[in-house]
C-alpha cells in the first residue's frame, strides 16, 4: 500500500507536534504512555501559577487569547457591530464594559475590602446573634440570602430535568459546604492547621481594623487578632463535621442512590431546623410557583445534618456564611486583599506562588458570566470553514457503527438490546453553541438572555455580584419552563465535551474542536485518534454505570433483564479491579491508587471510546485504501509508522499531560477521571488491536493475559 507523504502547512504543524511529543528511546509495548508523551513531558514545564500542562491546557490557553482579543477593546483587535445592530452593539458594550472593570486594578486598590466586608454585613444582620439559640426563620433566610447570590452553603438548590418526567424540570438540593476541595482532606491535620490559619488572616483582612492595602510588611499570622483566630477555628470545626457526614462522591454519582424526590414537609421532618417552606420560598423568583418534590442528593446525608445543625450556636452560622461569602467574593478584590487564598490554592495543589497575568483572570470572568456573548464571535473566528459539518459526520458514523457493536455482543439479550438501540438512535448532539436559551448565534437572543444583567464599566465588584445573582435567577426561572434541548451546558470556547444523561444528548463545544484536537485538514488517523475517541466516549457515557438507568427520553428506568444486568456488573467490577492496582506517584513519590470505583463511569467511556474510534476508523481505511477520501496520508518524519500506529500516537497525545504530585493527589481523591497515564494505557491494554498493530508480545505491559471489556 503506497500513500502520499502530505507537505501542507497543516500537516507539517500536526507532524511537528506528534514528533514532540514522543520518547522514541521507550518501547510502546512496555509503557505506551511515556513513548506517547515522554517528549511532550521533557520539553514542557508547568506554567507558573497552575498546577498542571496538557495539550487541552495549550487548546484553553489559544482559545483564551481569543476571548481576550475579542473582549479587550484596548488591544484594538476587538469587533465591533455592524451599523444599525442595535443587539450587538449592546452585547459588545457589555461584554467590553465587564473586561475593562475587571483589568481596572486602580479602581480595585481605590475600593479597598469595602465592597466584600458590606456583603459580610448582610449576612450579619440577617442573622443575628441570639442569646435564646438560633432563630430558625433567620437562619433559613439567611441560607436563601446566600442561595439567590449565587453561593451554597451545607446545602445548595439547583435545576435539572426531572428524572421521572424529563420534559419537565425539578428542583434539586445537593449536600456542600465545604472550603476545602475534597472531605477526605479534613482528616490532614497539616492541611487543617493551614487552612485555619488562612481564614483568621482573611477575616482580618477583610473585616479588622486595619486596611492591610496601606501594609508595606506581609500579613504573618502573630499580627492576628485572637477574635479571628477563634472564628476560624469555629468554620473549620464546623466544616470537618459536614465533611465527617458526606456522601462518597462515587454514591452521589450513582442515580440509584441520589436521586431522593422528598416533599417540603417531608424535609421538615428530616432536618427540622431549618424551615424548609420558607428557603425555598425566599429563593425563588417571585414568578415561579413549584410545589413538586425536591429531589435530595442523599437521605443519611440530611439526617445527619439535623444533629450538626442542632448543636451549633447563631455564632458559629455568622462566622461560617461569612467565611463562605469571603472565600467566593474575595478573589473580586485586589490583589493585597485576596492574597491567603492564592497561598491556599499553590499549596493545595503544588502551583507556584505567583501573580497571574491580571488579563487571564479577566477571561475568566467573561467566560463565566458572559460567555456566550464573547462565544458568538469565537465561533465565527475560530470555528470556520466546515468544521461543524465534518464533525457531526463522524459523530454519525460512530452511532452506526456502535449499532452495530451492540448487535454483535452476545451478553446482552434481545430485550436489552433493542433497548439499547432505541437509546443509540435517539441521542442528539450538538456541536459548536448552543441553540436556544440563548441561541449564539444570534445577537438578539443573547440580548434577550442577558437583559436583567447590568453592567457598569468602572464597579468590577457589583459587576461579580450582580452576575452570580443574575445567573443564579435565570437558572431557577427554568422550573417554570420545558427542558431546553438547545443548551450546550457551557460556553462555545470551552474545552471539554459532555453527555448529559437526562436529556440523552452529546454535547461538543466548539472549544474543544480545535487543533491539535481535531483540524478539517489533518489526516483522518489524527482526527478519529483524538476527536473521534472523544465523540465515541461520550456516546458511551450512555450505557456506563450511571447513564444505563436512563432510557432514551433521560427518564430514570431500569429496562436491563436481569441477566444482562448481572453481566454487565461482573464486566464493570473487572475495570474497578484492574484500575484500583493502577499507581501513580503522589507527594514525597507516595505510589497512590488509583479509585476504581470512583473512576468506573469514566474508565468504562475511556475504553469503549477508544475500542469504537478504532474500529470505525480502520473500516474507513480499508474501505478507502489509497486515501482518496479519508485523507490518511503519510506525514513528514513520521514515515516509519504505519497508519493504525499513528492513530493510536494520535490518540496518546490527547491525554499527554504533566503535574504536581500534589494535584496528582488532589484528583486521586476526587476526579471521576483516571489519571493521564491510565487514562492512556488502561484502554490500550484492555484492546487486542493495540498489541496487534504494535507487535507486542504476549505477556508484555501493553499485551496481558486479562483484559477488561465491555461495550
Known amino acids: 500500500m503506497h500513500l502520499d507523504i502530505c507537505t501542507t502547512q497543516q500537516c507539517a504543524i500536526t507532524a511537528a507536534g506528534i514528533i514532540n511529543s514522543l520518547d522514541t528511546q ?49 488591544l484594538g483587535k476587538a469587533p465591533k457591530p455592524e451599523v444599525g445592530d442595535a443587539a450587538a452593539a449592546g452585547n459588545l458594550k457589555k461584554l467590553h464594559d465587564l473586561f475593562s472593570s475587571c483589568m481596572d486594578e486602580t479602581a480595585l486598590l481605590k475600593a479597598g475590602r469595602k465592597p466584600l466586608a458590606d456583603e459580610v454585613q448582610k449576612i450579619l444582620d440577617s442573622l443575628p446573634d441570639n442569646p435564646s439559640g438560633v432563630d430558625k426563620t433567620a437562619l433559613s433566610k439567611t441560607m436563601a440570602l446566600m442561595q439567590k447570590s449565587g453561593m451554597g452553603d451545607f446545602v445548595t438548590l439547583f435545576v435539572n430535568p426531572d428524572s421521572a418526567n424529563p420534559q419537565q424540570n425539578a428542583l434539586n438540593m445537593i449536600e456542600g459546604g465545604l472550603g476545602l476541595p475534597e472531605k477526605e482532606v479534613y482528616q490532614s491535620r497539616a492541611v487543617l492547621a493551614l487552612y485555619q490559619g488562612i481564614i483568621a488572616q482573611m477575616f482580618q483582612i477583610v473585616l479588622g481594623d486595619e486596611d492591610v492595602g496601606n501594609r508595606t510588611e506581609p500579613l504573618m499570622l502573630t499580627d492576628i487578632k485572637q477574635e479571628w ?38 424535609l421538615s421532618v428530616i432536618t427540622p431546623s431549618v424551615d424548609w417552606p420558607l428557603f425555598v420560598n425566599e429563593v425563588l423568583p417571585a414568578s415561579v410557583q413549584y410545589n413538586r418534590p425536591i429531589v435530595v442528593s442523599g437521605i443519611p446525608y440530611q439526617t445527619k445534618l439535623e444533629a450538626i445543625l442542632n448543636q451549633t450556636s447563631t455564632k458559629a452560622f455568622q462566622y461560617y456564611f461569612s467565611w463562605i461569602v469571603i472565600k467566593e467574593f474575595g478573589p473580586y478584590l485586589a490583589d493585597p486583599y485576596n492574597q491567603p487564598l492564592t497561598t491556599l490554592a499553590s499549596i493545595l495543589t503544588g502551583s507556584s506562588p505567583v501573580k497571574i497575568d491580571r488579563w487571564k483572570r479577566c477571561v475568566e470572568v467573561v467566560n463565566d458570566n458572559l460567555g456566550d456573548i464573547a462565544g458568538h464571535y469565537f465561533v465565527q473566528q475560530a470555528f470556520k470553514n466546515d468544521s461543524r459539518e465534518s464533525f457531526t459526520a463522524i459523530i454519525e458514523s460512530l452511532r452506526s457503527n456502535y449499532a452495530a457493536t451492540l448487535r454483535a455482543l452476545d451478553w446482552l439479550d434481545k430485550t436489552t438490546r433493542d433497548a439499547a438501540l432505541k437509546k443509540l438512535n435517539a441521542i442528539a448532539e450538538i456541536v459548536g453553541w448552543s441553540t436556544a436559551l440563548p441561541d449564539v448565534a444570534s445577537s438578539k437572543s443573547l440580548e434577550e438572555f442577558y437583559m436583567n444583567y447590568t453592567v457598569v464599566p468602572d464597579n468590577f465588584f457589583a459587576n461579580m455580584l450582580q452576575g452570580s445573582t443574575f445567573l443564579d435567577e435565570q437558572m431557577f426561572l427554568q422550573l417554570d419552563k420545558p427542558v431546553n434541548r438547545g443548551s450546550l451546558l457551557d460556553s462555545p470556547q470551552t474545552v471539554d465535551a459532555f453527555y448529559s444523561p437526562y436529556t440523552n444528548q452529546i454535547l461538543f463545544p466548539a472549544g474543544m474542536l480545535q487543533d491539535p484536537y481535531y483540524h478539517v485538514d489533518n489526516p483522518d488517523y489524527a482526527n478519529m485518534g483524538i476527536m473521534g475517541v472523544i465523540a465515541a466516549h461520550e456516546f458511551t457515557h450512555g450505557f456506563d454505570s450511571q447513564g444505563r438507568n436512563y432510557d432514551e427520553t433521560g427518564r430514570l428506568r431500569n429496562w436491563w433483564t436481569n441477566s444482562t444486568e448481572q453481566v454487565f456488573a461482573e464486566k464493570g467490577q473487572c475495570f474497578v479491579n484492574q484500575y484500583g492496582n493502577f499507581t501513580v506517584d503522589g507527594p514525597g513519590g507516595k ?9 468506573l463511569n469514566e474508565n468504562i467511556a475511556d475504553n469503549g471510546g477508544l475500542k469504537l474510534s478504532f474500529r470505525m476508523w480502520l473500516d474507513r481505511f480499508k474501505s478507502d485504501p489509497s486515501s482518496g477520501k479519508y485523507k490518511n496520508f503519510k506525514l513528514p518524519g513520521l514515515e516509519k509508522y504505519t497508519p493504525e500506529q499513528l492513530f493510536f500516537i494520535s490518540y496518546g497525545r490527547l491525554w499527554c499531560q504533566k503535574e504536581t504530585p500534589e494535584s496528582v493527589q488532589l484528583n486521586i481523591l476526587g476526579d471521576t477521571h483516571a489519571p493521564a497515564k491510565w487514562r492512556i494505557n488502561g484502554p490500550a491494554q484492555n484492546l487486542p488491536d493495540f498489541a496487534n498493530v504494535f507487535k507486542c508480545k504476549a505477556g508484555t505491559p501493553m499485551n496481558p493475559a486479562k483484559r477488561c471489556d465491555l461495550w
Open 229 to 266: 483566630l477563634d472564628a476560624a477555628k469555629i468554620v473549620v470545626d464546623f466544616e470537618t463535621l459536614l465533611a465527617s457526614i458526606g456522601t462518597d462522591i462515587a454514591d452521589l454519582r450513582n442515580p440509584l442512590m441520589s436521586v431522593n424526590p422528598r416533599t417540603l414537609e417531608e
Open 26 to 74: 521507550v518501547d510502546p509495548c512496555e509503557d505506551f504512555y511515556q513513548f506517547a508523551c515522554g517528549g511532550f513531558i521533557a520539553k514542557n514545564e508547568i506554567p507558573a501559577g497552575e498546577s498542571f500542562i496538557s495539550n487541552s491546557f495549550k487548546i484553553y490557553e489559544q482559545n483564551s487569547r481569543l476571548i481576550r482579543e475579542i473582549s479587550d477593546v484596548s
Open 591 to 599: 505510589p497512590l491508587n488509583v479509585n476504581g470505583l470512583l473512576t
